[in-house]
């Protein structure tokens, strides 16, 4: 294996490549021998690349491995492996998981490690079914993408519906009106969806917008001490 020069750990999108991370992901739908990380470039993927990943990024370190460690390509999936991956038989047959399940799937999964929602407000508000407003209809649906990811499996891809519907009821106007909802929306695209549908410039772009308008809102404040309260459970 050739030496890797620093010019060549730079990996640079070529000047005719699709750079449209929608079409690259429609054109090969994620399945378990496909899945990597692009937003964290974890990977070796063999795909076009849709963004500049510069020397200091984890992918020029796995190039060095790589190079370092000839062995490590034969354990690395071929370019027709990964457009022709194996068809495995789907394990449940049974209905499609209710939008309760999958909201118990977020909160059972992702929320222990992203506690971005408020459990008992968001089940209340879901369960009385009071308000269709959009705000709080693009983070609803974009907690049941991520529920659907864990409750129905890898090769199942309704969680795109779910993703798409969240997107539908987002606007650059949102941009100009913050507010929590929108913040944690915004989040959960950037910070989770976008890493499972290996969407790099997408997750950047919302997270960036997700983390301004935190700013704006003031979220990166401590809370006000209580002084009376610190009294009361000290005493």
Known sequence: ME???LESLHAIPGEHEQLDENQCASASEESEEQ??????????PARNLTSYLGVSSIQAALKVIAWLHPQLNSHLPSPNEQRHPHHRSS??????PTELQLLDAYFENFQPFS?????????STFISGRRNDDRWLALLNIILALGSITAAGVDNHNHRAYFERSMSFLNLKVLGNPSLEVVQTLGLMGGWYCHYISQPNM???LMGASLRMAVTLGL?????FDSHSMGASTA
């Open 220 to 224: 990166q404040r401590e809370p006000p």
């Open 115 to 123: 506690p971005l929602i408020d459990e008992d407000t968001c089940r």
């Open 203 to 205: 997750g950047y772009a």
């Open 3 to 5: 030496r890797p020069g």
């Open 35 to 44: 899945i990597s990380d692009d937003v964290n470039a974890l990977s070796l």
């Open 91 to 96: 394990i449940s047959a049974g209905l499609p």
